[in-house]
């Protein structure tokens, strides 16, 4: 079992006593940049000139430089770029200006568990990683509460690179929460998997049943319902904690369908594949395909965006959507440092 943290175990003094950097201003870059400055912390954001980020974040009151500036004068810097871009980041940014005795916080694991980044051996390198989007996480800080963050060390030269880590957690809200130990190789491994073969695993279910009723006959609009809206439900309830308790709500059956044809869907050829795609994971291999698209202009990545924006789900739900009111705009998942 995973080992809990919570404020009484996380000093905030430590953080407090560094100079921070904060390196991209995206959903996580925001909220935790915003939330560092209201717990105390000297925090700066790195920006490249001309970034469309630089706007809000100086509206927002904090100071804003370039990334070799914000790293020059930090001892702590927090990577918060896509990983895509993180390799060029650091080589330009934050490697010429690393010093013995100086930490490196990640967002998210992938450049240091792949061994794109490879940091010096007297530094600290830790992981921080928020279990929610970044304007979430700014909510409940802001509302006195927080959500709980994963806390890795890969690296500890100091002796203190855990207790900073905790600190850090402290500043952005995590331990009211918990903050959950980890390592970079778990949380890296386990966030790809749930992206690919449960997010994209997902995505590509639903689109096959809305395409299974279309085929056959069934009105868009109504099998766009019958598809999506029965997964949000499905969703809102194991997030409730519905997982295995039948709800009153809930239509015997619908509850019997979905115990007799769940298992014909999910068969063992699709644990199987399940556990292909894990192993790609955890040999590299995947996220080698994933650097090699990001140096080449992400040409697989834009075809991929370009062929589900055309998808007759899309085009449906685009027009449903405007029938309800009470859909909010999304705003982004789980901003974990990654994008």
């Not at 051996?121 to 909510?139: K, S």
């Not at 085929?215 to 997964?231: D, K, M």
Request: hydrophobic share 40%; glycine share 12%; aromatic share 8%.
């Amino acid at each position: 079992m995973a080992e809990l943290f919570y404020d009484d175990d996380a000093d905030l003094g430590l953080v407090q006593d560094r100079n921070v950097a904060v390196l991209g201003f995206g959903g996580q870059g925001a909220a935790q940049a915003l939330s560092l400055r209201d717990s105390g912390v000297d925090v700066r954001v790195g920006l490249p000139e001309g970034s469309s980020e630089r706007p809000e974040a100086e509206s927002a009151g904090l100071r804003v430089v370039r990334p070799y500036e914000a790293c020059e004068e930090a001892d702590l810097v927090v990577v918060l770029a896509p990983a895509g871009a993180q390799r060029a980041l650091y080589a330009e940014a934050v490697e010429p200006n690393l010093v013995a005795g100086d930490a490196l916080l990640f967002g998210s694991g992938f450049t240091v568990r792949y061994g794109y980044l490879e940091p010096s051996d007297d530094v600290d390198v830790v992981l921080v990683a928020p279990l929610a989007p970044g304007p979430l996480v700014r909510r409940e800080f802001e509302e006195g509460r927080g959500v709980p963050v994963l806390v890795a060390v890969d690296q500890d030269s100091s002796g203190e690179a855990w207790d900073l880590a905790l600190s850090y957690a402290k500043a952005i809200g995590g331990t009211r929460a918990a903050a959950i130990s980890t390592t970079f190789a778990e949380e890296t491994e386990t966030r790809l998997f749930g992206e690919q073969a449960l997010r994209g695993g997902v995505s590509a279910l639903l689109r096959s049943g809305f395409e299974t009723l279309t085929s056959a006959g069934y009105q868009p609009e109504v099998a766009y319902f019958s598809s999506v809206q029965q997964l949000k439900s499905i969703v809102d309830q194991l997030y409730a904690g519905a997982a295995a308790k039948r709800l009153p709500r809930i239509y015997d059956v619908a509850e019997y369908g979905a115990h007799t044809s769940g298992p014909y869907v999910v068969d063992a050829l699709l644990r199987h594949r399940l556990r292909e795609v894990l192993a790609r994971i955890e040999d590299g291999s995947w996220a080698a395909d994933f650097i090699e698209d990001q140096d080449a202009g992400a040409p697989k990545l834009a075809e991929f965006r370009r062929r589900g924006g055309q998808h007759l789900i899309e085009q449906t739900g685009r027009d449903l959507r405007q029938l309800m009111s009470w859909v909010r705009p999304y705003d982004g998942g789980r901003g974990d440092g990654m994008g």
